[in-house]
């Protein structure tokens, strides 16, 4: 059995500044990127915060989200050359999904397509 991915244990809170850097790099907001996460996993702002301040693991970050968006199954192409549709650990496609958005808002696509709308 292979053991479990190590991003899986890593703190969301450790990741979350570098998503802020990347997407501010391209001119962005951290209220952009935000959004998007709340969007993605139905966190508010409150909440949001909440789990960063806490430096819960992405594991238990994807956890406890309150709601995970029914547009996700919209969300395709590829991320590290895989593509997040086929992605076959569910944990693992939420974070892949994530990936997917941020590097979305950091090339410049407008926010009511990175939310599907």
């Known amino acids: 059995m292979s053991s479990p991915h190590k991003i899986f244990a890593m703190s969301f809170a450790s990741v979350y500044p570098l998503y802020v850097n990347k997407v501010a790099r391209k001119g962005r907001s951290?209220?952009?990127?935000?959004?998007?996460?709340?969007?993605?996993?139905?966190?508010?702002?409150?909440?949001?915060?909440?789990?960063?301040?806490?430096?819960?693991?992405?594991?238990?970050?994807?956890?406890?989200?309150?709601?995970?968006?029914?547009?996700?199954?919209?969300?395709t192409g590829t991320v590290c050359g895989v593509r997040v549709e086929t992605i076959a650990d569910p944990l693992m496609q939420k974070i892949r999904w994530l990936d997917k958005l941020v590097d979305e808002l950091a090339k410049g696509r407008p926010l009511v397509k990175i939310l599907r709308q």
């Open 30 to 75: 951290r209220e952009e990127l935000d959004q998007v996460i709340c969007w993605l996993t139905g966190h508010d702002a409150n909440s949001l915060a909440d789990q960063i301040a806490q430096a819960v693991s992405f594991e238990r970050f994807f956890a406890e989200a309150p709601a995970m968006n029914p547009g996700t199954a919209l969300i």
